[in-house]
């Protein structure tokens, strides 16, 4: 695998100071981060979660989905529990990228769900890759996680590699007007688990 460490900082949030560990995938240019908390790598299960890029719900504010609120509920949860990892993966809508996304975005105004308008647009209905997590993982000494996700495939990417998933964290986000039916989408087509339950109720031993 052909991403390498490239240096690492201190990065103070609102939330408390966490360590950014930076990356390159020397493959796709891509620039990859990891941010911890805590002492990670003494072998006990890590509090984490793959976080994918998403330009307009992490940065810009976005209510058509729930990236934003997950990724700072994600960072509060790691404060809280005073040790935790969290990989922001640069693979932008589902790593179709952020202009193809728009335009599954102008699909999605004109009637198309996010499965639908990607297909129209030919590309799969989630073409990220999770290898690149295995390297950051390995560099970071942790071998176990408990997985703040509601989608299966991440549990079982990781499984696949050799990171263990001692259980996962819900982690769900309030619906809100324009992020109902993408929701409503990912539970229906793209098999994620969006109970009743709410974030940090329950824990899903694996
Ligand atoms: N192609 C496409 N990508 C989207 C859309 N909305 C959000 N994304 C991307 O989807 C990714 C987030 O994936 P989600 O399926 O929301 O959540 P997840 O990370 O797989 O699962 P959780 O761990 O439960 O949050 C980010 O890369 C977003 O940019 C959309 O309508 N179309
Ligand atoms: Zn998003």
Redesign the pocket.
């Known amino acids: 695998m052909s991403v390498v460490f490239v240096a690492a900082s201190q990065l103070p949030t609102p939330f408390g100071v966490f360590t950014m560990h930076g990356f390159l995938d020397e493959a796709t240019g891509k620039e990859h981060v990891a941010l911890t908390f805590g002492n990670v790598a003494d072998g006990a299960p890590v509090l984490g ?9 992490d940065a810009l504010f976005s209510l ?4 934003g609120a ?1 990724l700072q509920a994600a960072l509060q949860a790691i404060a809280n529990e005073g040790r935790g990892v969290l990989l922001y993966l640069r ?6 990228g952020l202009l ?2 728009i335009r ?2 102008e699909l ?1 105004d004109g009637g198309a769900d ?1 499965v639908e ?2 297909e129209r647009l030919g ?1 799969g209905a ?1 073409q990220r890759d999770y290898a690149i997590c295995l390297p950051m993982l390995e560099h970071l000494g942790i071998d176990s996680l408990k997985l ?4 299966p ?2 549990v079982k990417a990781l499984g696949d590699m050799g990171i263990a998933v001692d259980h996962r964290v819900p ?1 769900q986000i309030a619906h809100n007007p324009y992020n109902k039916r ?1 929701l409503a989408t ?1 539970a229906g087509k ?1 098999g ?1 688990m969006l109970g009743n339950q709410h974030q940090g109720e329950t824990e899903e031993r694996l």
């Open positions: 979660r793959l976080h994918s890029e998403c330009l307009t719900g058509r989905c729930d990236c997950q693979q932008e809508g589902r790593g179709i193809n996304k599954a975005y999605q996010t308008a990607n590309f989630d703040m996700t509601n989608n495939r991440k982690l993408y990912k793209l994620h």
